[in-house]
């Protein structure tokens, strides 16, 4: 369990600290998001929830100079893969994949326009600074305000992460079996898709599309990892969560001035305030994810993505 934490650390860390533009709804809560809109829309396919998280490949690469380019990409260019798309497992994971965008899809209600709060800022963006407000992290810990803002929006996402297991015990197996089941030709799809344009950043098309293989090797294996994580009892779960996020934290917080105290502590104060945020949302979450369901619903048909 300790190995398989520790690999699963870089990738929690990496997916939810990138960039405070990538940050917005976790893989756990896309999941969820595309297998309530598989049953919305009578699809019966694990493709949809591994497809729903992979926009989010290109930020396990954690420090890469033009990580916020790659982000781009898969969260705005994400028609590049439907147009691509051919067979009907394509179809399905391209289906999944288009639902996540930052346009319209969900990371919209993350990031830009919440559902159920204000329709002038995303859900996360409003719960963060709520948690923010009523769990300031320790002065003490010398955290930079925008740095402290980030992580914030860290302990909202992994909290609603958590939270979502509530809304259906059988999700982590889902994200398991979704990631274990993608179809092998998806990698090509995604080269196919991205290749030319990712030539500029990694020198050639061929080494773009070497990149883009081993990105989604790496991310296919964090997404069994991580519903292997948060199959545990939810207690374990924010534990296991926090203790990971405290190991890579030093490394984080230190190039950005701040001396961290003991790691027991950073851990306490992870954990804490992964609590605070649950309950800061769970009161009107999944109210959230249901109307970003319905807002999705409403798109894909506007956009003729049906898989």
Request: a negative charge.
């Amino acid at each position: 369990m300790r190995r398989m934490i520790c690999f699963l650390g870089g990738a929690v860390l990496s997916l939810l600290v990138i960039t405070s533009t990538a940050l917005a709804w976790g893989p756990a809560t896309h999941a969820y998001l595309a297998d309530q809109l598989g049953k919305k829309r009578g699809v019966k396919n694990a493709l949809d929830l591994y497809g729903s998280m992979a926009p989010d490949l290109f930020s396990l690469q954690f420090g890469s100079p033009f990580g916020s380019n790659l982000y781009l990409q898969t969260h705005f260019k994400f028609m590049n893969i439907w147009d691509r798309a051919r067979s009907g497992r394509q179809k399905a994971l391209a289906a999944g994949f288009v639902s996540h965008n930052d346009l319209w899809g969900a990371d919209s209600t993350a990031h830009h326009a919440s559902r159920t709060l204000s329709p002038a800022e995303g859900y996360v963006v409003t719960k963060a600074r709520a948690l923010a407000a009523e769990a300031p992290l320790p002065e003490g810990l010398g955290i930079p305000a925008d740095t402290a803002g980030e992580l914030y929006h860290v302990f909202v996402e992994a909290g609603v992460d958590v939270l979502t297991r509530r809304l259906d015990p059988l999700l982590v197996q889902k994200i398991t079996r979704a990631a274990l089941a993608r179809n092998w030709g998806f990698p090509y799809l995604l080269s196919r898709a991205y290749a030319a344009d990712l030539a500029v950043y990694y020198g050639t098309e061929d080494l773009a599309r070497r990149a883009i293989f081993a990105a989604e090797a790496h991310f296919r294996k964090s997404m069994m990892l991580y519903g292997m994580a948060l199959a545990q009892d939810e207690a374990t779960a924010v534990e296991l969560l926090a203790e990971e996020l405290a190991d890579l934290a030093e490394g984080f917080l230190a190039g950005r001035g701040a001396a961290l105290p003991p790691r027991e502590v950073v851990h306490q104060i992870i954990s804490l305030e992964i609590q605070r945020a649950m309950a800061l949302c769970a009161p009107d979450f999944e109210k959230e994810l249901a109307g970003t369901i319905a807002s999705i619903d409403q798109q894909l048909i506007l956009n003729n993505i049906a898989d």
